[in-house]
């Protein structure tokens, strides 16, 4: 079965009309990037409530702050090398620090920018927000998963940064679920034999990955890790108490994500052997969104590899 | 609220003493920076902003920002002599678990709007405030003080287009023009002439003031009230080390750290203005 294929950043448009719906003073600010971060659904009914200001990241994050300030329910957006990358001070120093409650949405994140190139791919976001202490860093896997997480986010007390690709990947949730809080993560699927770790557009391969290993008699037991921080430390614990082994996936540099989030974890509790599926000290160049998951790895058939090697390396 | 030339300026003196007492106690800090704004933080907390020292989180306040963080003992003093948090507070500036930190932090310390201490970056979160209250009734005012030197910036000029776009008219950007920066005088290190004329060209209305002088300030406060659609610059010229004449001479005495000497010369000199008034 081929699973219905939705853009997660369509979430956000609609993320924003139901918090203002339910009466919070949500304000977007975006820096003339509102119809790619689909901000502009919101502004269709809240045009007031709607600020765009120019090409500018830095001003847009001291905005956002300065709205924070006076109580509005901020979230601002934009293209997520720039908005972290130019805006990083910014978002330490008047966001971060003070720690406001600013729902910061990085789009067209990982190698889902495609032919867009290097500039655009950011694969670094999750390492430059992670270090950041009370920064809640959230990645969804799919459209329903980014709605309840850019929804919930309005409830925030603390600064909270949410990761979306561009382009439209497999539904892995039903409609309606809205099970999903910083700190929490999800077990999709069962298994024994090795703890796959995973988040955004990785989830639906490792999903399909762990099908590929079931043929083999490998029970791999699947963890949506969405909420790359906080950790859902003790699903992960749990999981690699029972497998003793783990492999890590994600389109993001192998340096500074979930990857080194979980490995951190693990050694920290309970060290197991473990294998990360990510970019490896490489930038990212231009080609299609497919062409360049297969050039990069990011890949079903490379979690499967990866998990049979921590499999023979485990000791039980 | 009005108060006397006569007021205002016993009231600054006080305020010099107390910064002065703050960095000799935390030995170090800069206290020249903190000196050039004194008179301007006075008059904006006896004259012009409408807030409520018993309540500092009242919601029809008017705002504050200092660009300037550097500047934040003269802030800490005024706060503290305005009446909200104890003077005692002033004493334990910089030091670890003080309420007062080095740079302005919000929820720590009464009175204070808006984070600080990282240049270039005050203008911006004015704007959002200003954004934010506008369609209060009667929308508060926001005023930001920066130093000359943070003009530099990028974000500034960023901001700068921002609050002229939106009419940001509640919205007074204080530009301490001391001249100087870290390494020198702003003119050697990259020029900002003709600092009003950017700001007309970006959309502003300017007037420039003597920022130590009472009249002056307000006159040229006064001189932008008819800026309707426009943000608001007020460009006070000042001198870094105000008060303290072996300060003033001493171009590098921005980076100065008192000692026990100096200190007590400084206050000597501020208590020496005070018998002559």
């Known amino acids: 079965m081929i699973a219905a294929e939705r853009r997660p950043r369509d979430a956000y448009g609609q993320a924003l009309l139901s918090a203002a719906r339910m009466g919070k003073p949500v304000v977007a600010v975006d820096g003339d990037s ?51 990358g130019r805006g990083y001070e910014q978002i330490r120093s008047m966001v971060a620090i003070p720690g406001l409650p600013v729902k910061i949405v990085g789009s067209h994140c990982g190698v889902s920018a495609g032919e867009d190139g290097a500039s655009y791919q950011m694969l670094e976001d999750l390492a430059l927000m992670r270090v950041l202490p009370n920064m809640t860093v959230l990645v969804p896997a799919d459209y329903t998963s980014a709605l309840a ?23 892995v949730y039903d409609d309606g679920d809205d099970d999903f809080a910083p700190g929490a993560g999800r077990v999709l699927r069962e298994g024994d034999d090795v703890t796959i770790c995973c988040c955004g557009i990785m989830v639906s391969e490792a999903l399909r990955a762990a099908a ?54 693990t050694a920290s509790f309970y060290p197991v052997p473990m294998k990360q599926v990510a970019v490896f000290d490489k930038f990212g160049q231009s080609g299609t969104f497919e062409e360049l998951r297969g050039y990069y790895g990011l890949t079903a058939s490379q979690i499967v590899g990866a998990a049979v090697q921590v499999l023979t390396m485990r000791r039980r | 609220m009005t108060h006397s030339v006569q007021e205002l300026s016993e009231r600054a003196l006080a305020v010099r003493r107390d910064v002065v007492r703050m960095l000799g106690l935390a030995r170090s800090g800069l ?128 901001s700068a287009l921002t609050a002229a776009h939106h009419g940001l008219d509640s919205l007074t950007l204080i530009v301490d023009r001391n001249g100087r920066q870290m390494e020198g005088a702003t003119e050697d290190i990259k020029s900002l002439e003709p600092v009003a004329d950017k700001f007309i060209a970006f959309g502003w209305t300017v007037a420039e003031c003597d920022g130590h002088d009472f009249s002056s300030l307000r006159s040229g406060y006064g001189e932008l009230a008819g800026a309707v659609g426009r943000p608001r610059c007020l460009i006070a010229r000042t001198k870094l080390g105000k008060g303290i004449s072996f300060l003033e001479e001493d171009p590098s005495g921005g980076r100065m750290v008192l000692d026990r000497n100096s200190t007590d010369r400084a206050l000597e000199e501020l208590a020496g203005e005070e018998d002559g008034q």
């Open chain 2, 31 to 158: 206290l020249a920076s903190s000196l050039s704004i004194v008179d301007i933080l006075v008059w904006l907390y006896w004259g012009v902003l409408d807030v409520r020292p018993g309540e500092p989180e009242w919601e029809g306040r008017d705002r504050f920002v200092l660009g300037k963080g550097h500047g934040c003992p003269a802030l800490y003093s005024v706060l503290a002599n305005r009446g909200f948090f104890p003077r005692e507070e002033l004493w334990s500036y910089r030091r670890l678990g003080a309420m007062l930190q080095t740079y302005p932090e919000v929820r720590r310390t009464p009175g204070i709007d808006a984070p600080g201490g990282s240049l270039g970056q005050g203008l911006g979160v004015a704007n959002g405030l200003a954004l934010a209250l506008r369609s209060s009734d009667p929308a508060p005012s926001v005023v930001c003080l920066v130093g000359d030197g943070e003009l530099q910036e990028g974000a500034m000029w960023e």
């Open chain 1, 212 to 265: 590929v290993l079931a043929k083999q008699n490998i029970r791999a037991e699947v963890i949506d890790c969405y909420s790359v921080s906080p950790l859902p430390a003790r699903v992960i614990l749990n999981s690699v108490h029972r497998t003793g082994c783990c492999v890590a996936a994600e389109e993001h540099f192998a340096r500074g994500g979930l990857g080194e989030a979980v490995a951190a974890l």
């Open chain 1, 34 to 84: 509102a119809s790619a971060t689909r901000a502009s659904l919101f502004a269709v009914e809240y045009p007031d409530r709607c600020i765009n200001v120019g090409i500018s990241e830095q001003d847009m994050i001291l905005t956002a702050s300065g709205l924070a300030l006076a109580g509005k329910n901020v979230y601002v957006s934009s293209y997520g090398s720039f908005l972290v």
């Open chain 1, 149 to 171: 997480l850019l929804t919930g986010a309005a409830d925030a007390t603390n600064p909270v940064y949410i990761r979306l690709g561009r382009t439209a990947v497999p539904d």
